[in-house]
């Protein structure tokens, strides 16, 4: 799950973004609106956390604005505007849900989980295939009741696969959602952690689903055994 945090203090940012790794998130930060509509231009993220108060514009008319025109994944207002009257309008401009400062990165991360559980996201709360079960909550993955251990993207790669059952996945979409644009990306990266994940995959009984589509990406094939 790949999120975008426009957050013009650098520390609060660099804050916010890593408590939400550490969580099973991949997050971008943008310290402005241009920066933002620039990241958004170029990755399709799933939920954004947005600061109000930007050295080039107010996050609310920026929020509207996108809302308007149906340019905008859910959003969480992360601000110092803790006024009834400041509540309100965020969430009338479109937030989805609005959270004052300070709040505690593990609050953040479960205000986020929710907003992706609602009707018309992109989240449930497990995802099957075949024997294989992932918990996007716990993160957790399992095939016949056997926990299989996995890195945060390995969890995140297997979620995509998942979601995505019976369709090749390009690898390029696949780095995108792995990897933020601050991540160093070696060029087989994402080969690399296709082949510990089949790795896994295999151990725990589930060998042959994760397929290689040469020269376009990869499929999690229904009715692996």
């Given at each position: 799950?790949?999120?975008?945090?426009?957050?013009?203090?650098?520390?609060?940012?660099?804050?916010?973004?890593?408590?939400?790794?550490?969580?099973?998130?991949?997050?971008?930060?943008?310290?402005?609106?241009?920066?933002?509509?620039?990241?958004?231009?170029?990755?399709?993220?799933?939920?954004?956390?947005l600061?109000l108060?930007?050295p080039?514009?107010?996050?609310?008319?920026w929020?509207?604005?996108?809302?308007?025109?149906?340019?905008?994944p859910?959003?969480?207002?992360?601000?110092?505007?803790?006024?009834?009257?400041?509540?309100?309008?965020?969430?009338?401009?479109?937030?989805?849900?609005?959270?004052?400062?300070?709040?505690?990165?593990?609050?953040?991360?479960?205000?986020?989980?929710?907003?992706?559980?609602?009707?018309?996201?992109?989240?449930?709360?497990?995802?099957?295939?075949?024997?294989?079960?992932?918990?996007?909550?716990?993160?957790?993955?399992?095939?016949?009741?056997?926990?299989?251990?996995?890195?945060?993207?390995?969890?995140?790669?297997?979620?995509?696969?998942?979601?995505?059952?019976?369709?090749?996945?390009?690898?390029?979409?696949?780095?995108?959602?792995?990897?933020s644009?601050?991540?160093?990306?070696?060029?087989?990266?994402?080969?690399?952690?296709?082949?510990?994940l089949?790795?896994?995959?295999?151990?725990?009984?589930?060998?042959?689903?994760?397929?290689?589509?040469?020269?376009?990406?990869?499929?999690?094939?229904?009715?692996?055994?």
């Amino acid at each position: 799950m790949r999120l975008l945090v426009i957050e013009d203090n650098e520390r609060m940012a660099a804050l916010v973004a890593d408590g939400l790794q550490r969580r099973g998130f991949v997050c971008d930060v943008a310290h402005d609106l241009a920066h933002a509509d620039d990241a958004m231009a170029g990755a399709r993220y799933d939920a954004i956390v947005l600061d109000l108060g930007l050295p080039d514009g107010d996050g609310i008319d920026w929020l509207a604005s996108r809302r308007k025109y149906h340019q905008m994944p859910p959003a969480i207002i992360q601000t110092a505007r803790g006024a009834l009257e400041d509540r309100v309008t965020g969430l009338d401009a479109g937030a989805d849900d609005y959270v004052v400062k300070p709040v505690e990165i593990e609050e953040l991360a479960a205000r986020v989980r929710a907003l992706l559980r609602r009707p018309g996201t992109r989240m449930q709360p497990v995802i099957a295939v075949d024997t294989l079960r992932f918990d996007t909550a716990n993160r957790t993955a399992s095939a016949a009741s056997r926990t299989i251990d996995l890195s945060r993207r390995e969890a995140d790669l297997l979620e995509l696969l998942m979601r995505r059952a019976g369709t090749v996945v390009h690898r390029e979409v696949i780095e995108n959602a792995l990897y933020s644009y601050s991540d160093p990306v070696t060029p087989n990266a994402v080969e690399a952690a296709i082949s510990r994940l089949r790795r896994k995959l295999e151990e725990a009984g589930v060998s042959g689903a994760l397929h290689t589509v040469r020269g376009v990406g990869y499929m999690l094939k229904e009715g692996g055994t």
